[in-house]
């Protein structure tokens, strides 16, 4: 017989066409706490100065702890800095080897995939698709739509953390620009070894 007290469900809202919630708050960043992240520094700081909402997210509130699943929701709304599409700040887990899976909603983009030794990734994001991050990898979300945002369900590890230290100083080694009307993965100009 179990000793340990039981602990209750939880139970979320989120809407399937907006991604946002009803009953939870929304994290949100804005141009202001992003704009070093693209190359295009005056753009960037044009764009900070409006504080653009650049993307927000739903932390459904559970555990952070070892066994539990945290979940939530992402919106990256659509827009450019100068040729580069909107994205979030991306990150790798504190716990270095979790991973995370990420499943499209609605819109249309990528996700950005690095791991410390170099190794580059991109996938599609498309409606209905899912996307796994493996451990070992910072991700980030881009949306190359111009007019719709681009909104995905996600899960990771309850004890992953989030690391936006690294990307913050680093950056990403690729990043995702408009070139010919379409979407280019290209060097980044402002990566850091």
Not at 29 to 45: F, L, T, V
Not at 99 to 126: H, K, S
């Amino acid at each position: 017989m179990s000793t340990t007290a039981p602990r209750p469900a939880v139970v979320t809202d989120f809407s399937l066409v907006t991604g946002l919630s009803r009953t939870k708050k929304p994290l949100q960043r804005r141009m202001s706490a992003m704009a070093g992240m693209y190359a295009d520094q005056k753009a960037a700081e044009r764009l900070a100065e409006e504080d653009v909402l650049v993307y927000e997210f739903f932390d459904m509130g559970v555990p952070q702890s070892s066994g539990e699943v945290a979940y939530g929701t992402s919106i990256t709304y659509p827009g450019k800095v100068g040729d580069e599409y909107f994205m979030t700040k991306g990150h790798f887990h504190s716990v270095l080897d979790t991973a995370e899976i990420y499943y499209c909603l609605r819109g249309q983009g990528l996700m950005m995939m690095e791991n410390p030794e170099g190794d580059v990734q991109w996938q599609e994001f498309t409606p209905g698709q899912g996307v796994y991050v493996p451990g070992r990898y910072a991700h980030r979300s881009i949306n190359t739509s111009l007019d719709e945002p681009l909104i995905t369900f996600f899960a990771f590890p309850g004890h992953a953390g989030h690391d936006y230290g690294t990307i913050e100083s680093k950056g990403f080694r690729k990043i995702v620009v408009e070139r010919d009307g379409v979407p280019a993965v290209v060097d980044n100009p402002k990566w850091a070894q």
